[in-house]
């Protein structure tokens, strides 16, 4: 659905945002910030996130519009809805 979520790069963008912001503030331990994308190549079910979540096991959720994505840190592993 247009309109709903927020694009990838938007999403991205904001936490690069408040990410800077913690390293400007002299938080401990924010010394060496970097960014790394990813994408359907990388196993991304979809290239837009519409949601974005993490567990307390630390792996990262991913709801996409072609199924929810688990990201373990270093690959996808795609969940699909099967009808039935």
């Known amino acids: 659905m247009a309109g709903r979520g927020l694009p990838h790069r938007v999403f991205t963008a904001i936490i690069g945002l408040l990410v800077a912001q913690l390293a400007c503030a002299g938080v401990p331990g924010v010394i060496d910030v970097r960014f790394r994308t990813y994408s359907t190549g990388d196993g991304l079910s979809q290239a837009t996130a ?8 630390g792996f ?4 996409t519009q072609d199924g929810l994505n688990r990201f373990d840190g270093y690959g996808f592993k ?6 039935g």
């Open 50 to 57: 519409m949601a974005m979540a993490q567990d307390n096991t």
């Open 78 to 83: 795609v969940y699909k809805h099967v009808r």
């Open 60 to 63: 990262l959720w991913i709801g």
